[in-house]
């Protein structure tokens, strides 16, 4: 799976910068110029990472910080500050900033931190390569799954979309956020049945009773909810 960085930046320079680096890198980047498009990118779409400057046209990088936060984003927030504004950098660590580097810098040293903080993401979620739901094992790292030693055969999105509702389990993650994280879909919005038909399968696979789900539960109006080990 791709993963997915915002860039919020309003410099064109230092934006084109940072999303080739990470272009290269193997990251999709979506850029946004200022604070209102960069919260609304942030707020309706699905992102890895997001690297935001704090000084934004529109609404500033701490207001947007802030926002986000509130809204229950729980993507890794970088924040980019100007050099002798210490106050800002750490009002950002307490709106919820994972992480800062200053300006002017080195775009080696930005991409480091962004691998950094998704390898830990990856290593918090890796240390269940394998996961028993209901009568399944599912091996992620090999991307089969058994029952009784026996393989039990399974279409690679079905292992993946397990895998997420694993690394997601107790949250209620929508079909948007589903379709865009498993299916890696370009945008939100996109009408298919294709998220109802894996769960459907899944649910055929790992729970006694597919009719009346333990594990993997329906959140109405929402998405799905893996249910709490
Ligand atoms: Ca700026």
Redesign the pocket.
């Known amino acids: 799976m791709k993963q997915r960085i915002l860039v919020v ?3 064109p320079a ?1 934006a084109r910068g940072v999303k080739d680096a990470l272009s290269f890198n193997g990251y999709t980047v979506d850029v946004a110029v200022d604070g209102p498009s960069g919260y609304r990118s942030a707020r309706d779409q699905v992102f890895d990472l997001i690297v935001l ?4 046209p529109g609404l500033d990088g701490l207001e947007v910080l802030g926002r986000l936060r509130r809204d229950g984003c729980v993507a890794p927030i970088l924040i ?1 500050t100007a050099r002798g504004h210490e106050g800002d950098r750490v009002k950002g660590l307490e709106l919820g900033a994972d992480d800062y580097v200053v300006k002017p810098f080195s775009v080696r040293e930005l991409v480091a931190r962004v691998a950094a903080h998704l390898r830990s993401r990856a290593l918090a979620a890796g240390s269940q390569a394998k996961v028993t739901l209901g009568t399944v094992e599912f091996d992620f790292a090999r991307r089969v799954c058994h029952r009784d030693g026996k393989t039990v055969p399974a279409l690679p999105k079905e292992i993946d979309l397990a895998r997420f509702l694993v690394e997601n389990r107790g949250r209620c993650v929508s079909r948007d956020e589903l379709l865009m994280k498993v299916w890696e879909y370009p945008v939100a919005g996109i009408q298919t049945r294709t998220v109802d038909n894996y769960i459907m399968k899944l649910r055929q696979k790992v729970e006694p009773d597919p009719a009346r789900p333990r594990y993997i539960l329906t959140v109405r109006g929402k998405g799905y909810r893996l249910a709490d080990a």
Do not use: C
């Open positions: 930046e309003d410099e230092v400057d704090l000084m934004l980019l």
